[in-house]
């Protein structure tokens, strides 16, 4: 069964430093792909950043990147010059299935809380 | 920018009555989604709908749940006798055909007195 593993329930960083969270996830198939999600207190669920299993780069978006490990089954979201707004849950998530209509499996999240 | 309703924003019933949560997917969106998330706990698939029939449920998703697309913009949850325990934010998605990311309502609150 896949499962996805958030480990650090809370974290907090000071306004414009850097945080990562991170995510482990477990999977027997060769073709997946891993996701971030934010979920600020609107409880609104926006996408933050998508990687491609297949595809060893690093994807990255603006302040956003990950560390993708395959082999380690590693997939943390590192945060840079961290803003307020970026308060929130975020929720790591796993696809599997088909491209189109697999489930998404998610972690239990982490609450970030980013301090003036 | 096109984005997935979802209406009412909170809903209270009591136990044992019928709800219906309303979404509205991203208009050229073909594949849908359920999601739910009890408070505190961590997101969970129900269940995805594609051409006018489930293609995957979850064993969350027993037969008090049913899906229905109406009228070709809507796509309902419907569940038939609730419980204490459905009380959580119920999320619809969508996604385009050939594209894995899946874009999230803001999401329902059902409360079940």
């Known amino acids: 069964a896949q499962t996805v593993t958030q480990s650090q329930p809370e974290m907090s960083v000071q306004e414009a430093e850097t945080v990562t969270l991170s995510c482990t996830y477990d999977?027997?198939?060769?073709?997946?792909?891993l996701f971030w999600y934010k979920q600020p207190p609107s409880r609104q669920m926006i996408l933050v950043i998508r990687?491609?299993?297949?595809?060893?780069q690093n994807a990255t978006e603006n302040r956003f990147s990950v560390n993708f490990q395959k082999a380690a089954k590693s997939f943390s979201l590192k945060i840079s010059d961290s803003q307020l707004g970026d308060t929130a849950m975020y929720f790591c998530?796993?696809?599997?299935?088909?491209?189109?209509?697999?489930?998404?499996?998610f972690g239990q999240g982490t609450t970030l809380q980013v301090k003036p | 920018e096109p984005e997935v309703t979802q209406t009412p924003s909170h809903q209270v019933t009591q136990m044992g009555q019928e709800v219906i949560l309303r979404c509205v997917p991203i208009?050229?969106?073909?594949?849908f989604y359920w999601y739910r998330q009890i408070l505190g706990q961590k997101v969970e698939f129900l269940v995805s709908f594609y051409n006018n029939e489930i293609s995957e449920k979850s064993e969350i998703f027993d037969d008090q749940f049913s899906v229905e697309r109406p009228d070709g913009s809507n796509f309902t949850l419907k569940i038939r006798s609730t419980k204490l325990e459905d009380s959580a934010m119920y999320f619809c998605?969508?996604?385009?055909?050939?594209?894995?990311?899946?874009?999230f309502g803001a999401g329902t609150r059902l409360s079940v007195l």
């Open positions: 990687q491609e299993a297949y595809k060893q």
């Open positions: 208009s050229n969106h073909l594949y």
């Open positions: 998530a796993s696809l599997h299935g088909s491209g189109n209509t697999g489930k998404l499996i």
């Open positions: 999977t027997s198939e060769s073709n997946y792909y």
């Open positions: 998605a969508s996604n385009l055909p050939g594209m894995n990311i899946q874009y």
